[in-house]
């Protein structure tokens, strides 16, 4: 089992940046696919970019692909998310997951808000 905890999330004028990190517990963490989804009020959690265990590929959402990116430190346990251009629609609760198996999302973090002003 894994505990993820985000950190990183806040307020932002729309052209911004931030970076969110993600720290996981456990000695495990390099046995993990990481990823980054985001969720609005009233709609499903969407994925917003993955990463392979090793950190060698990566995958995006095609409204993020451009702007932000996904990397990951396995010697510090800790995922992050540099989200550059940012728009009032990246506005959201944006969550860690961890998973296995080709599953991205087996855990959760708590959430971090980021709001993105115009």
């Known amino acids: 089992q894994v505990q993820l905890v985000e950190s990183g999330g806040g307020l932002v004028q729309a052209g911004g940046s931030l970076r969110l990190s993600c720290a996981a517990s456990?000695?495990?963490?390099?046995?993990?696919?990481m990823g980054w989804f985001r969720q609005t009020p009233g709609k499903e959690r969407e994925f917003v970019a993955g990463?392979?265990?090793?950190?060698?590929?990566?995958y995006y959402a095609d409204f993020v692909k451009g702007r932000f990116t996904i990397s990951r430190d396995n010697a510090k346990n800790t995922v992050y998310l540099q989200m550059n251009s940012l728009k009032p629609e990246d506005t959201a609760v944006y969550y860690c997951?961890?998973?296995?198996?080709?599953?991205?999302?087996?855990?959760w973090g708590q959430g971090t808000q980021v709001t993105v002003s115009s």
């Open positions: 997951s961890a998973g296995s198996l080709g599953n991205w999302s087996d855990y």
């Open positions: 456990g000695r495990t963490f390099s046995r993990y696919a």
């Open positions: 990463v392979t265990r090793s950190g060698a590929s990566s």
